[in-house]
């Protein structure tokens, strides 16, 4: 069986071109959605996924219709494999998952997108390293000085509740209720 998968990003854009490329290379079912790339929930990707047998070929007219990053597209082609179906895109011949040169293209992307990765986490470990060194504070800042700190404190001792003490401080009531004394 051969899905087809069709996605365009906005309401303003059709599928129609799409849908007609795909049928005419033979996808019998169509998954189609009006949803941005960058959303991880994509609810017709997700059935399409649901759907796969062995056997079975997902096919696009192009890759950045399945995925944004060389990651994402990684991560959902290992989820095809382990399903047992194949992957084509139309518009990128090198990305076909049913011949052997096409499982060596993207073998070889993701051998090299592993290897940026582990440059990318080396480098941001040095970096943060060297601020910690120069006394920089990581992470998020206060939403509280000091002093706001104090006064919550004394004022969840004196028996207010967190929710007035979080309103007077345009802060959450959890915020209050995580201060340590």
């Known amino acids: 069986m051969i899905f087809g998968y069709?996605?365009?990003s906005t309401d303003g854009q059709t599928l129609?071109?799409?849908?007609?490329?795909?049928?005419g290379a033979g996808a019998t079912k169509i998954f189609k959605e009006k949803v941005s790339g960058?959303?991880?929930?994509?609810?017709e990707l997700k059935k399409l996924m649901a759907a796969l047998s062995p056997g079975a070929v997902i096919l696009v007219t192009r890759l950045d219709r399945l995925a944004r990053s060389t990651r994402d597209l990684l991560n959902t082609l290992d989820?095809?494999?382990k399903a047992g179906?194949?992957?084509r895109s139309?518009?990128?011949?090198?990305?076909d998952t049913t011949t052997p040169h096409g499982r060596l293209m993207?073998?070889?992307l993701g051998g090299l997108a592993?290897?940026?990765r582990d440059l990318i986490r080396a480098r941001t470990g040095e970096g943060r390293a060297r601020a910690v060194a120069r006394g920089v504070k990581l992470g998020r800042k206060f939403k509280l000085t000091p002093h706001q700190r104090q006064e919550a404190l004394a004022r969840r001792e004196a028996g207010e509740t967190t929710t007035d003490i979080a309103r007077s401080y345009n802060v959450s009531h959890s915020t209050i209720s995580r201060l340590k004394p």
């Open 114 to 116: 592993e290897f940026e």
């Open 79 to 81: 989820q095809v494999a």
């Open 16 to 23: 129609d071109a799409q849908v007609a490329a795909l049928q």
């Open 106 to 108: 993207l073998t070889v």
């Open 38 to 43: 960058a959303q991880t929930d994509r609810a």
């Open 90 to 95: 139309l518009a990128d011949t090198w990305a």
């Open 6 to 8: 069709a996605r365009v």
């Open 85 to 87: 179906a194949g992957f």
